[in-house]
């Protein structure tokens, strides 16, 4: 008989152990997935596109609930949601699953809350072409199984009032605001907001036709047309009956932006941000300007003022729209060299997926962004980092952007790709966590505090010039931490703002248009959420390096970061202080 040797019965012990770990973690998830099941239901019966969009199967052909009553039955469904996790909760004695379950019930709460104040507060007003664009666009997609097409057809003839509801989309969304005509005391939507709409529409009923001219479905031309009208036709009503009840001031009331801040995952009083962020901003401008003289050494500029020396890199290293797309492969290619090399973080095997916007989606999010797939029962599907199209003129130049050049690509692929936002979402496909920590405790702080983070770990690894556009990128970030509660408190005015964009932070004018309507209109508090979720990430770094001091390791770090899903702030540094750290720690 051999005896096996001391090495090899440890191995064995150490393999038995991973396994009944492994057996446990699974076994905890899939319990936290049956209590998310009910808050997912809710959200299906509302709005099945957003649930199809998380991956929730079977609502392909379900479109957005506008019906009558629909506040007070979206109030009685969430009313006895809450109830029953708050039954589980009691009953629960797994702390992990205790923790969704608070998470969950935290997300519950939340919604109703921003439901009443909006409603106690503002007439309701729907952008019904973004609704129906983005409804398509969500099943007719490269990343979408072929079979799936067909939905967008049925979910077309749905919305025009084909099958099911007794009326289309459009004249429900009028029933929901006409009902609330007399109610006294709501304020109209933001008369800049109603504008851009009404502008941006035609390139969304448009590229709906795009969309669905670009695949091989039948029997869509009929639909289209009708839908297309109706689109149409509500834009008129919205001139009609909504341009004259429009405020001129874009503020929100008090309640409701405090309400927004808190959604976006910031937990500050606006006061307090502004200080912070007030503060952070000169910091970060006094290391530009002393980075630029080094930038223009290098490039032969005979400035050396952050600003100039900007705006030479942009005019010298302008990109061509037919050559953005190799040229951020390059960059990523180079960062991932660089992400190796210095182990910040594990990369997935899989290359990164990179594409350039169509003209409708560029109408509605002008900005480079990631594009995420369904985060449940996917099938392969990856995040993409999705580059704004140019426009090309007439005698064959491009029309430039601040995202355009070639020093400012490194910075945007690091957040968007990798290691930011294409790794976060990746990870959350790929690791299995729970769907609460997926979807339900998704938040902006948590999201892109890790975009801003993923661009410092990165930065001192670039060359010179992209290097001080990391710190441009920054500073802009601290600038709409102050901004946006500034602006919304009544401190500042928008060409103020928009002043220290253009001179201070040398963005373009474009983009500065872009910022403003972001933190007055388009999605007021949220802007705010970049430099709070970063200064949070910064600190418990901060805190795990000097509990750790020579047992820290930044890859180990971060991958532990990333496999924890989307989770608050708060609830992620104690999973740092209560497993990373005790982890890591060497005997």
């Known amino acids: 008989m051999i005896l096996p040797n001391r090495a090899a019965v440890a191995a064995t012990a150490l393999l038995l152990v991973a396994t009944t770990v492994a057996a446990e ?33 079977g609502l392909d052909e379900g479109i957005i609930d506008y019906r009558p009553g629909l506040y007070e039955r979206n109030s ?34 939340d919604s109703r809350t921003s439901a009443r104040l909006t409603r106690e507060h503002l007439l309701p007003y729907y952008n019904v072409s973004q609704t129906v664009f983005q409804g398509v666009r969500a099943l007719v997609d490269p990343q979408v199984p072929r079979e799936r097409y067909p939905a967008a057809i049925v979910r077309m003839q749905k919305y025009a009032g084909l099958q099911g509801a007794e009326k289309p989309l459009t004249e429900l969304a009028k029933d929901r605001t006409r009902e609330r005509f007399d109610v006294a005391g709501l304020a109209g939507p933001y008369r800049g907001e109603v504008i851009q709409n009404l502008q941006r529409s035609e390139s969304m009923i448009s590229g709906l036709e795009e969309l669905l001219a670009g695949t091989d479905l039948d029997g869509w031309q009929e639909t289209y047309e009708l839908l297309a009208g109706q689109l149409r036709g509500y834009n008129d009503w919205v001139r009609a009956e909504i341009l004259p009840r429009a405020r001129d001031d874009y503020r929100l009331p008090p309640a409701l932006y405090q309400d927004a801040l808190r959604n976006w995952g910031v937990d500050a009083d606006p006061l307090d941000l502004i200080e912070q962020a007030s503060k952070g901003y000169m910091d970060i401008r006094n290391e530009m300007e002393a980075l630029a003289p080094l930038v223009a050494r290098e490039k032969g500029y005979e400035t050396s003022d952050y600003r100039e020396v900007i705006a030479l890199l942009k005019s010298d290293g302008a990109l061509d729209g037919d050559k953005l797309l190799d040229h951020y492969y390059s960059v990523l290619r180079e960062i991932e060299a660089i992400i190796e090399r210095e182990e910040l973080v594990t990369l997935p095997e899989r290359e990164a997926g990179i594409r350039i916007a169509t003209e409708a989606e560029t109408a509605v999010q002008p900005a480079p962004t990631i594009d995420i797939p369904r985060l449940l029962g996917n099938t392969g599907e990856y995040p993409n980092f999705v580059i704004p199209k140019l426009t090309q003129n007439d005698d064959g130049s491009w029309q430039q952007t601040d995202g355009t050049y070639e020093a400012g690509s490194w910075t945007l692929t690091a957040h968007e790709a990798r290691p930011g936002h294409e790794m976060q979402f990746s990870s959350i496909i790929e690791s299995g966590v ?31 010039e992209a290097q001080l556009i990391s710190l441009q990128y920054r500073l802009i970030r601290a600038g709409r931490m102050f901004l946006d509660p500034m602006l919304n408190l009544g401190m500042i005015t928008t060409e103020e703002a928009r002043r220290l964009m253009i001179e201070d932070m040398a963005v373009g004018e474009s983009w500065a248009n872009h910022e403003i309507e972001r933190y007055t209109y388009r999605i007021p508090g949220q802007a705010t959420a970049y430099y709070y979720g970063y200064t949070k990430l910064q600190a418990l770094r901060a805190q795990t390096e000097l509990r750790l001091r020579d047992d820290f390791d930044q890859r180990a770090f971060h991958d532990f970061l990333l496999a924890q899903g989307m989770l608050p702030p708060d609830i992620l540094k104690e999973a740092v202080m209560n497993e990373f750290v005790p982890s890591q720690r060497k005997l």
């Open 25 to 57: 973690e699974r076994n905890w998830v899939e319990k936290s997935n049956e209590h998310a099941q009910i808050v997912l239901g809710v959200l299906a019966e509302f709005n099945p596109e957003s649930a199809a969009r998380f991956g929730v199967e």
């Open 76 to 109: 009685s469904a969430s009313e006895a949601v809450l109830a029953e996790l708050r039954e589980r909760l009691a009953a629960e004695g797994h702390p992990k699953v205790r923790q969704d379950l608070e998470i969950l019930i935290q997300s519950v709460e």
């Open 434 to 464: 729970s769907i609460t920590r997926a979807l339900f405790a998704f938040n902006s702080a948590n999201v892109e505090g890790w975009g801003l983070y993923a661009e410092a770990i990165v930065r001192p690894y670039l060359p010179l």
